[in-house]
């Protein structure tokens, strides 16, 4: 029984004149991993903005169409954008720590939605840092500053710090791009664990590794969605020509 | 465990609860901005308003008369002009050469990093003291000098125009060379690239394809130069501003047959902004003298910020050439 | 090989020869020598007020720059006076020096509450339009003559403030200090916005994302990441303040008393040169005693621009990814 936890209905979007997205129709499923691949400025990241409304940051922005996120129009008036934050979760490309201590990034979110209870934010960082996996490795020194962790760790942070907000929905950009092999395995691995609680989108220029973690896969060119299916039937028997010659590396 | 319960019906927005913090700090920050430019307003205003019932062509080119209650500012305009032209002649060519330097040669040696800190730290020297600077080096060290050495009587050895230009030079040195600087280090690194890939040696480069570019940018640190350097007062109280001059100081270069008039450094000078603060604080009268003391300091403002707006605009269209360049 | 041949025939194969090697090493050279001018002209100005300075301690006693011992109906007693032209010449800085302090701290506070929220309002708030608009503003406010800002405090400002607080002297420090802070608004406020734009973007992002506030991101993001330079925007705008003549010799009222009121007449350090200098006959002790202000004015600038410039570098340092 597949859940529909998030359904795009022909958004467009646009920044100044250029036009990010054309005409996008999509449903996508709770506890589930979607992978959305094609080649760069096929407006991937643009469309997973939308969902957070994090495009909205960004001078130009206008769209078309709606997003519902179970049934609810994410960009109604009365939606309030900070909660829409805390229910769909982020992780950047390149790791964004804040310039502070690793307890203090974990605690930003936890503090400034009003958690005064120390204890609950600390039994909150351990239980994220436990599901990012990074919890062994850093538990004895929670006071170092985080930008002296290496790239893999600083990015595992970043997830479990998008955690500590205990989203519905995670929002993953390219989160491995970054990285090298171990790291990435780490995070591969780490993404197959969490979709049992999140429903997770994850952009990714690496083929294989969304044939790897993904159940569903989006393939997106020049701002329009190609195809969308499941991962297995998309990577085996692509029903458009687009999308095979893309996986065949014929563009792109 | 659960921090809060969020679910999705805690999307819709509670009216009562819009964040009040962020509309408090962001009404406060408004508030200060504006007032800020608010105040602005006023002094030009009423500047402008008080100074504009004086200005007539007669204001601007005639000499103060009848113990400086009437008259106009001609000369003060004239020695503005004339100690701002030759500040230019002694600062430019050394601010833009070594701002070549910093940006174009210099590796991260300790001779660059000291150069840097002398160029942040000279920004940061108070205007007096090159006042002071200026009286003890170039009036008495330099003139009296040359003076002694040359047997000319007093010639050099007194404060005069050429010393107040000078001493304004290094007041706006640091201004040139860092607005230098930031024009040079716009030129898109892949210009060099293109210009030293086709053969042409570091200076070709920077003759033929970064100043070229960088040109408008530096420019616009030539305008701002000029505008400090109009307005400054400080440094020029002792170099020679004086409080009236019945002739400008023009002098006749003899040439035998006809004899040609020139501008003669080694005298005193009248300077807006000095006239402004003399008829302000030392005149006999300043309540006669007010509508006088309104029309210079609008005829100065109106030199300044005039000069501030090109240099506005330049830099403007500077940065949107350069950030073509770049996304070409 | 036929095409090396070639090549030393083309009109390229001189292009890199010996004399262009040494045209391009004079060049640069000049270069050199034109920014090594720019070392030797601060290099002078240091070693002159140095000289000059330090000749007042030949003939005035360091103690006399702090009090004077002066006896009374047969009592003694210090002096805090700064009278360098009586018959018995004083020559305490501590006047002056308070007088500086008097002036230019409520300026830095003054300046630090306003130049702060315009720069965060420029750089995190304003829209691209409004930005375009204000920035001009704020910068030509930046380039008004001091000498204007004098004159506007002491012909209009002060009868607005005679009438409302009613001070003991119409020329008051409070009067210079607001001079002042129009002044170093515009040099905090843009350093603030420089402080931020060197915050990287991502941080933004990050915060936003995880459901931060504006207030939030401003106030416990961009504040914390941007702290050491906006530290040292506002050491510079201090510097600055300590070291402006123009509005405080038009606006304080130049009186040289011991006094820790704001709206009495108090003169600084810069005022005591600009009014005295024109006046003093060279190689004499006041004439020297002035220099020695000057000296006392450009070292205390200097270390503010030294921990200044050490902070941003610290924050450089620790920003970079």
Known sequence: MRKVKIKVNELSVFFNFLQALNRVSIEIYGNKVTAIIGPSGCGKTSFLRTINRMNELIIGFRKKGEVLIDNINIYNNNIDVVNLRRLVGMVFQSSNLFPKSIYENLAFAPKIHGIKDQKIIDELIEETCTKAAIWEEIKDRLEVNALTLSAGQQQRLCIARALTIQPDILLMDEPASMLDPISTAKIEELIFDLKKKYTIIVVTHNMQQAARISDFTAFFYLGQLVEYDKTTKLFTNPSNKQTEDYLTGRFG | ?328 | MERVNDLNKSPYAKSKSKKTLLKERIIKYFFTINSLVVIIIFTLIFVFLLQEGLKALDVIAIKDFVYKTVFENGEEGKLYQWYPTSEQPRFSLIPLILGSLLISIPATLISTVFGISVGIYLSEIASIKTREFLKPIIEIFAGIPTVVLGFFMLVVVASIFQDIFNPVNRLNAFLASIGLSFIIIPIISSLTEDAFNAVPKEIRMASYALGASKFQTVFRVLIPTAMSGLSASIILGFGRAIGETMIVLMASGNAAELSFELFRSARTMTATIAAELGEVSQDSAHYFALFFIGLVLFVITFILNMVAELILNRMRNKINY
């Open chain 2, 1 to 328: 465990m659960k921090m809060t319960d969020i679910d999705i019906k805690s999307l819709i927005k509670n009216r009562k609860k819009t964040d009040l913090q962020t509309m408090i700090s962001m009404f406060l920050i408004k508030f200060f901005t504006y007032s800020i430019v608010a105040v602005l307003f006023l002094i030009l205003g009423k500047i402008v308003y008080e100074g504009s019932a004086v200005i007539n062509r007669q204001f601007l080119t005639s000499a103060p008369q009848n113990n400086m209650t009437e008259g106009g500012i001609g000369p003060a305009i004239f020695g503005t002009l004339v100690v701002v032209f030759l500040m230019i002649l002694f600062a430019v060519p050394v601010g833009i050469f070594a701002a070549i330097y910093m940006s174009e040669y210099a590796k991260d040696n300790v001779f660059n990093r000291i150069l840097r800190v002398t160029v942040n730290n000279l920004a940061g020297v108070p205007s007096i003291v090159f006042g002071l600077f200026g009286l003890g080096f170039f009036v008495l060290f330099i003139g009296r000098g040359y003076d002694s050495i040359f047997g000319a009587g007093l010639f050099l050895g007194k404060p005069a125009m050429l010393w107040a230009s000078a001493t304004l030079a290094i007041l706006v040195l640091p201004t040139i060379i860092v607005s230098s600087i930031e024009a040079l280090r716009a030129v898109p690194r892949n210009q060099r690239i293109a210009s030293l890939g086709l053969g042409a040696s570091k200076w070709q480069t920077i003759k033929n394809v970064v100043l070229p570019q960088a040109r408008p940018g530096i420019l616009t640190g030539v305008i701002l130069s000029i505008s400090r350097g109009a307005g400054e007062t400080a440094p020029l109280l002792f170099l020679g501003c004086a409080f009236f001059l019945p002739q400008l100081p023009v002098g006749y270069l003899d040439l035998g047959l006809f004899s040609i008039p020139m501008i003669n450094p080694a005298e005193q000078f009248m300077y807006l902004s000095y006239h402004i603060f003399i008829l302000a604080t030392q005149s006999t009268n300043p309540t006669i003298t007010m509508p006088i003391q309104y029309g210079t300091t609008m005829v100065l403002i109106s030199i300044v910020i005039l000069l501030n707006l090109t240099a506005v605009i330049f830099r403007y269209k500077f940065r949107q050439t350069m950030n073509e360049i770049k996304r070409v």
